[in-house]
């Protein structure tokens, strides 16, 4: 046929088959990634992608950890969410009211309303400090931080720039939070950054968690344990923080355990987004409650839900959301076609965790295996080594800056890691 | 991993005392592991030891924000009933694993 039967043939399909609406929450780290997957998965005359998120920055979220110790510049750790926003795909930059699943509509805070076919759900978490009495106040960005956004990270810098030693405690109030290795990689940070000014003997490094210790999983306690002696990092554990008295400099538990303070670096509550709430589908933290495989939400058919959104018993991680998305673009084909979901996400995950002075680990793990040693990401050879300290792997930390730019969030896939976690590679005690 | 003796029962435990097949559990293991952890139990303390295993069954991933927002005790109560990390005595005494992290 002709050139211009063929631009009549397309017009015609356009105005008589009804396009259909797939709407994005969200455009951060899994939002942007199932914006490029699907664009390219999706036949374009059928399906209009839009993706809403009234941010301007897309920040590299794990260089959050390292701007306090002005390891990162702050330019380092900021591009724009439109750059990674594929042709064709409509961005809209507005504040999101709810979500009224019902209707299959999402209110804007604007008034105006979105009709979806299909609804994919990647708000994320955030921190709540307002969740514990006493947290927020004048001490804020004083003698108590979070490095979990970009200001506490900025503003914590600034301070460890000229501290001049005392109590520091690295708290985390209550599980879950994303990137559970975080606040552990803090402290580890801390003891090389005041080595390296030559007054560790100054700082009193203790690391205060909910948790029943610094390591919960058996080997990880049995590899790992030695580096809390070697950076001499005292412990706290089950300390269920109630409040913060600032003007004593202590955080109180509900059990009356008292912890005092110099300085206070705490991870707040993490939560949902606040719209998750206004919708009435979340849980008691505003996550939604989803599908643990296949990603469907719990709520209604046509509303899935990736990333730190989820209530999944995985970590709240970019790696996970990565793993997720091509579970999930395989699973949103199979929706549209009426078939069932066969893709199931195993949980996988895949974090490098700084211990300090140049080193790193990398974990490898998913729902059912704990993180053990091994080589990653080709069996036997590596060159990555799993849950060993190694230059290597602190380089490879450093390099996931660039994979995260331009292969993870433009929806790539990473040589030689599969979404599904490989158990070739790895040492498993039978 | 290792078994265990508890009220009479071969149970799989790990290294810990938490028991690593939830299936295995009885009230009166429950009671003796109690026991061991210094609580009397009372019927509040099974209302909340009911509670725990059935959010446990569900996949739910405990806290105690969650146990405070039970409808069974409030997170005091709560602190009441099991002194001393609550959520980490109680799991064992439910016989299921306390709360793990990614690491």
């Known amino acids: 046929m002709g050139v211009y039967t063929n631009v009549g043939v397309l017009l015609f399909l356009t105005i008589v088959v009804d396009m259909k609406e797939l709407l994005i929450l969200g455009a951060g780290t899994a939002g942007t990634m199932m914006a490029n997957h699907l664009k390219k998965s999706l036949p374009k005359t059928m399906w209009n992608i839009r993706i809403v998120d009234h941010e301007e920055t897309h920040y590299y979220q794990p260089g959050f950890l390292l701007l306090p110790f002005d390891i990162y510049t702050t330019d380092q750790l900021k591009k724009s969410v439109a750059e990674f ?11 999101i009211d709810r979500v009224d699943k019902d209707k299959d509509q999402v209110i804007l805070q604007n008034k105006e309303i979105l009709n979806y076919d299909i609804l994919i759900i990647a708000t994320g978490c955030t921190t709540a400090p307002q969740e514990i009495e006493g947290m927020l106040g004048d001490h804020w960005y004083n003698s108590v931080f979070d490095f979990y956004t970009y200001e506490g990270a900025k503003n914590l810098r600034d301070k460890l720039r000229t501290w001049e030693g005392g109590k520091l405690l690295v708290h985390i109030c209550e599980m879950p939070i994303k990137c559970p290795v975080a606040p552990l990689e803090f402290a580890f940070l801390c003891d090389s950054f005041f080595s390296n000014k030559k007054m560790r003997d100054k700082v009193e490094i203790t690391y205060v968690t909910p948790m029943s210790g610094a390591f919960t999983k058996p080997v990880a306690t049995k590899e790992l344990n030695y580096l809390l002696e070697q950076k001499n990092i005292n412990i706290v554990p089950d300390f269920n923080i109630e409040k913060v008295d600032a ?31 206004r919708s009435g589908f979340g849980d ?16 209604k058919d046509n509303i899935f839900v990736l990333g730190d959104a989820t209530d999944l018993p995985a970590s709240k991680a970019g790696s996970v959301a990565h793993f997720q998305a091509e579970i999930l673009t395989e699973n949103i084909q199979s929706y549209i076609a009426g078939k069932p979901l066969k893709g199931a996400f195993d949980g996988h995950a895949n974090c490098f965790i700084e211990t300090g002075k140049g080193k790193a680990l990398i974990i490898d793990f998913n729902y059912v295996q704990e993180p053990v040693k091994g080589t990653f990401p080709i069996p036997g050879i590596g060159p990555l080594k799993l849950l060993e300290e190694s230059r290597i792997n602190h380089l490879g930390k450093l390099a996931f800056r660039w994979v995260y730019w331009n292969i993870l969030i433009k929806g790539r896939a990473i040589p030689f890691v599969s979404s599904a976690m490989k158990l070739a590679g790895k040492k498993i005690e039978k | 991993m290792a078994e265990k003796l508890i009220a009479g029962i071969q149970v799989d435990c790990n290294e810990q005392g938490y028991l690593t097949n939830p299936e295995q559990w009885n009230k009166e293991i429950g009671l003796e592991i109690a026991a061991e952890e210094n609580i009397s139990m009372t019927d509040k303390h099974w209302e909340l030891i009911d509670y725990l295993r059935k959010q446990y069954k569900d996949e739910v991933a405990l806290t105690v924000r969650k146990v405070g927002k039970s409808g069974v005790v409030d997170i005091k109560e709560f602190y ?24």
């Open chain 1, 85 to 95: 926003i594929p042709k064709g795909v409509h961005l809209i930059r507005e504040k």
């Open chain 2, 80 to 103: 009441n009933l099991f002194p001393n990390g609550p959520l980490k005595t109680a799991s064992k005494i439910a016989g299921i694993p306390k709360p793990v992290s990614c690491i």
């Open chain 1, 247 to 277: 003007e004593r400099k202590k955080i109180i538990d509900y059990g009356g355990k008292e912890v005092e303070y110099d300085l206070l670096v705490t991870v707040p509550t993490n939560m949902g987004d606040e719209m998750i709430l």
């Open chain 1, 284 to 299: 008691d933290l505003n996550y939604v409650p989803t599908d643990k495989a296949t990603l469907q939400s719990k709520v």
